[in-house]
């Protein structure tokens, strides 16, 4: 298994558009609208700075998790899961290393989108904060690894090539990681609220001004991580993972 999982992550660490989408975006973003906006805001440089910040960490690591698990379904139409079979892993562990792979990979976009808003935007917080922002949405980040898994597994590679970026840019748009929530008719704040996205930036909102995360929060995240644990879990059951249509 340790070695699927190294093969796994240097192939996905060897993909330049993954990386550019999951690293390099956020942290262009994170400076783009801290300097645009940052000074004309209501509330201040510095609060507005430290909220862009963690929505862009946010956005950098649902993409990321996101992006690594659903392309389950890449591999399954390549044969390679078919390959699989041959080996003497068995296809638990498959899933497993792509679950692994998945939550590792959210980490370089929040490090990397942390010390932007740092270094380059001025966020100033303890150290101790740093660290448990970066921890709590790192641990939040399996959301969406469940999330990528499901769509990864139930549908083919195709659909799931146009599944990541519809499902990728609603979680952003309407789970206010690109426009605050509170600017939204309250219809679409009403559905921000049901996204596991909006609760997800809400863990990093609440670390960075220094309180705890919210319990509704962290309920929502762990109620929608085990639902689409859940369905992954039902769909691999019903289709195995060789399975190349159907």
């Given at each position: 298994?340790s070695?699927?999982?190294?093969?796994?992550?240097?192939?996905?660490?060897?993909?330049?558009?993954?990386?550019?989408?999951?690293?390099?975006?956020p942290?262009?973003?994170?400076?783009?609208?801290?300097t645009?906006?940052?000074?004309?805001?209501?509330?201040?440089?510095?609060?507005?700075?430290?909220?862009?910040?963690?929505?862009?960490?946010?956005?950098?690591?649902m993409?990321?998790?996101?992006?690594?698990?659903?392309?389950?379904?890449?591999?399954?139409?390549?044969?390679?899961?078919?390959?699989?079979?041959?080996?003497?892993?068995?296809?638990?562990?498959?899933?497993?290393?792509?679950?692994?792979?998945?939550?590792?990979l959210?980490?370089?976009?929040?490090?990397?989108?942390?010390?932007?808003?740092?270094?380059?935007?001025?966020?100033?917080?303890?150290?101790?904060?740093?660290?448990?922002?970066?921890?709590?949405?790192?641990?939040?980040?399996?959301?969406?690894?469940?999330?990528?898994?499901?769509?990864?597994?139930?549908?083919?590679?195709?659909?799931a090539g146009?599944?990541?970026?519809?499902?990728?840019?609603?979680?952003?748009?309407?789970?206010?990681?690109?426009?605050?929530?509170?600017?939204?008719?309250?219809?679409?704040?009403?559905?921000?609220?049901?996204?596991?996205?909006?609760?997800?930036?809400?863990?990093?909102?609440?670390?960075?001004?220094?309180?705890?995360?919210?319990?509704?929060?962290?309920?929502?995240?762990?109620?929608?991580?085990?639902?689409?644990?859940?369905?992954?879990?039902?769909?691999?059951?019903?289709?195995?993972?060789?399975?190349?249509?159907?």
């Open positions: 298994m070695a699927l999982f190294l093969f796994q992550l240097r192939r996905m660490g060897r993909n330049r558009q993954f990386l550019f989408f999951t690293v390099a975006l942290a262009l973003f994170t400076v783009f609208f801290a645009v906006f940052g000074q004309t805001s209501d509330t201040g440089y510095q609060d507005y700075a430290a909220a862009t910040m963690v929505s862009m960490m946010a956005y950098g690591a993409g990321a998790a996101l992006g690594a698990t659903i392309r389950i379904a890449f591999d399954r139409a390549s044969g390679w899961l078919r390959q699989l079979r041959v080996t003497p892993v068995p296809p638990s562990s498959v899933v497993g290393v792509e679950v692994a792979v998945g939550v590792l959210t980490l370089p976009s929040l490090v990397a989108v942390a010390l932007v808003g740092r270094l380059v935007t001025g966020v100033d917080l303890p150290l101790g904060t740093w660290l448990l922002l970066v921890a709590v949405l790192w641990a939040g980040s399996a959301v969406f690894v469940a999330i990528g898994l499901l769509l990864g597994l139930a549908l083919e590679q195709k659909a146009g599944a990541i970026g519809i499902v990728g840019t609603v979680l952003a748009l309407l789970g206010g990681l690109w426009v605050p929530v509170e600017l939204f008719p309250s219809g679409l704040q009403a559905v921000a609220h049901a996204l596991p996205s909006y609760w997800y930036a809400e863990l990093g909102r609440d670390v960075a001004a220094g309180e705890a995360p919210s319990p509704l929060a962290v309920a929502v995240l762990v109620a929608s991580t085990v639902a689409a644990g859940g369905l992954a879990a039902a769909v691999a059951r019903r289709r195995p993972l060789h399975a190349v249509a159907g």
